[in-house]
T-cell receptor, first 114, second 112 residues
């Protein structure tokens, strides 16, 4: 399976600021996804990052709050904008390889907003 | 009703026991199904995909019942290292699309 890295692994940010999380894959993948996992909860899909076009957001998530870029088939970024303490969460990227149904996850970014 | 439902547990079982988890899903058009394992403060890791015919991987057996819209995971001869949260995942996207819905997870604790 693909090897996925995320940067930063963790951060503590002040409310009102923004943080950009990077996701890098060691091979070309057709689909990349961004998830949020709030404390004690399961994963919620934020959006599908589409290469060369705008991301597809799930209900409850908007581009102004979570802008996503995907400039090529191995890299994507998620920005958490104008943060509040409610944004404290783990953010995970995942990928699906072209010939598989399964998705694989990066190690996650643990965000704390104070 | 949630799209994917699991009993949150925790399931506390002794070493060597057999334990089974069930998961129900609401979208009958769902195409593919998976079990993931998540250890504390780690990312989810794929345990196994679930096929219509059922599949087995060592001590783990997964089954799919499309008519009743549930999937199951059976763990035989539990080990201490099996302690984790088990996540049921359903791809509820329509044909050719991918929208993975996660259950809330079932916590397993294997006791010495």
């Amino acid at each position: 399976s693909a090897v996925i890295s995320q940067k930063p692994s963790r951060d503590i940010c002040q409310r009102g600021t923004s943080l950009t999380i990077q996701c890098q894959v060691d091979s070309q993948v057709t689909m990349m996804f961004w998830y949020r996992q709030q404390p004690g909860q399961s994963l919620t899909l934020i959006a599908t990052a589409n290469q060369g076009s705008e991301a597809t957001y799930e209900s409850g998530f908007v581009i102004d709050k979570f802008p996503i870029s995907r400039p090529n088939l191995t890299f994507s970024t998620l920005t958490v904008s104008n943060m509040s303490p409610e944004d404290s969460s783990i953010y995970l990227c995942s990928v699906k390889e072209p010939t598989a149904y399964e998705q694989y996850f990066g190690p996650g970014t643990r965000l704390t907003v104070t | 009703r949630k799209e994917v439902e699991q009993d949150p547990g925790p399931f506390n079982v002794p070493e060597g026991a057999t334990v089974a988890f069930n998961c129900t899903y609401s979208n009958s058009a769902s195409q593919s199904f998976f079990w993931y394992r998540q250890d504390c403060r780690k990312e989810p890791k794929l345990l196994m995909s679930v096929y219509s015919s059922g599949n087995e991987d060592g001590r783990f057996t997964a089954q799919l019942n499309r008519a009743s819209q549930y999937i199951s995971l059976l763990i035989r001869d539990s080990k201490l290292s099996d302690s984790a949260t088990y996540l049921c995942v359903v791809n509820s996207g329509s044909s050719g699309t991918y929208k993975y819905i996660f259950g809330t997870g079932t916590r397993l604790k294997v006791l010495a």
